[in-house]
């Protein structure tokens, strides 16, 4: 936990497995597979963001930050993490 990337994808991972316990309860939504997807996109950021530290590489870090948000994204869109909020 040295860098901004393991900070930042540690969070959205966290999310990610707090929204697939809240999702278990319950009839099923998703599917195991869209939070897979998810949780490499996640990975896949860090090591990138890590990679571009070390090697102080720009674009590593591009493909960090834009990996990073299409895996936002794609949570956003797909999973809908917002859904229901508004539902009361």
Partial sequence: ???VYDWATMVVFAG???????????EARDQLWQYLVA????????????EAIKLADTTYH???VA????????????LKPF?????N
């Avoid at 990610?16 to 319950?26: A, E, I």
């Avoid at 990975?43 to 990138?48: I, Q």
């Avoid at 990996?67 to 797909?78: D, E, K, Q, R, S």
């Fill in 1 to 3: 936990m040295q860098t």
């Fill in 16 to 26: 990610l497995v707090v929204l697939f316990l809240q999702r278990s309860q319950g």
């Fill in 39 to 50: 949780a490499v996109g996640c990975a896949v950021t860090n090591y990138l963001g890590n």
């Fill in 62 to 64: 591009i493909g960090a």
């Fill in 67 to 78: 990996l990073g948000i299409a895996t936002l994204a794609f949570i956003y869109v797909v």
């Fill in 83 to 87: 859904d229901g909020l508004n539902s």
